[in-house]
């Protein structure tokens, strides 16, 4: 039997694990592997997705099944004042000229933020906040991991081929929710995200077969607008939140502009992501924490533990 260079491809992306196999497959596939990830662990899998069913929603704070995304007003603004006022103070020490340089041919840069984080740094409140956590926990299927709490810096300066400024999934797991704080005023001038209903993006991904390949990962601006009913644009002024499921949703960002973006990014994904190794625990920037008493169980989990 031959076997074509095409199919050589994914045996090989198999022999690597069942994670990196999974992340390049179609839709349905993907729920197929992920099912089997989290039966190889089934105990922890149990223990989040039970704990997650306990967890009350509040606040107002949910995000629906069939939008996959929402804005969320719900914090005071002295709050969020105080979020927007612990990035910039982290963003200060951000080395972005050199980060610049270095970026190739990305339309951003990241300052990653889960080392320097400690339990009263606001940015770590939200990210823990019980109402958050529900909300995600819920729409997750299991309590979460944070992946990390980054800054993105995007210059919008041009235009790059085959990059996130084209619509996309980030295929890291069949569901990943990333919290979105806007640092500056933003709008259609600074290249802001652009978002698609989960629904009409899910129809769309399983129409034309979606895989987070190299040559099938960027969908056209014309194939994607047709299938939607509408496009939320991510704009509005510092302290601004959004919750979206990248995974779900198609989305673009940090198209060229007139004027950069900062956005604080907080990322959760279920510990049995593809993205993830076995050994989570030992991978996850914010996981250090999880073993410190100031912490209560719920939160120990979110930070990484096992």
């Not at 409140?125 to 956590?133: D, F, G, Q, R």
């Not at 993105?152 to 235009?159: E, G, I, K, T, V």
């Not at 987070?212 to 939140?241: H, Q």
């Not at 007139?258 to 914010?286: E, T």
Request: proline share 5%; glycine share 8%.
């Amino acid at each position: 039997m031959r076997i074509g260079q095409g199919n050589l491809k994914e045996i090989l992306y198999l022999v690597r694990g069942m994670r990196a196999f999974g992340a390049r497959r179609t839709p349905k596939s993907r729920l197929r592997v992920a099912w089997l990830l989290r039966a190889l662990q089934w105990q922890r899998y149990k223990t989040r997705r039970d704990l997650a069913q306990t967890l009350p929603l509040a606040n107002g704070i949910v995000i629906p099944e069939d939008t996959g995304y929402a804005r969320l007003r719900a914090f005071e603004p002295g709050f969020l004042h105080s979020v927007v006022e612990s990035a910039n103070a982290h963003w200060a020490s951000f080395d972005l000229e050199g980060a610049l340089k270095e970026r190739g041919g990305r339309p951003f840069v990241a300052q990653g933020l889960g080392g320097k984080l400690q339990r009263n740094d606001p940015i770590l409140k939200l990210a823990l906040h019980p109402s958050v956590v529900a909300a995600v926990s819920r729409y997750i299927g299991m309590v979460p991991v944070i992946e990390n709490i980054t800054i993105w810096y995007s210059p919008n300066d041009r235009a790059l081929e085959n990059s996130s400024q084209y619509y996309h999934l980030d295929g890291q797991d069949v569901r990943t929710v990333q919290l979105f704080v806007l640092l500056d005023r933003v709008t259609d001038e600074n290249g802001p995200l652009l978002v698609i209903r989960a629904d009409e993006s899910d129809a769309l991904a399983e129409r034309v077969q979606y895989r987070k390949t190299p040559g099938t990962k960027r969908l056209d601006d014309a194939v994607v607008e047709a299938a939607a009913s509408e496009v939320v644009r991510f704009t509005g002024n510092a302290g601004d939140v959004l919750i979206a499921d990248t995974d779900r949703c198609f989305h673009l960002g940090s198209r060229e502009g007139k004027a950069p973006r900062r956005v604080l990014v907080i990322q959760y994904y279920s510990p049995f992501a593809f993205v993830l190794p076995h050994r989570w625990d030992r991978a996850l920037p914010l996981a250090h924490l999880a073993a410190r008493p100031e912490f209560n169980s719920t939160e120990r989990l979110v930070l990484g533990a096992r």
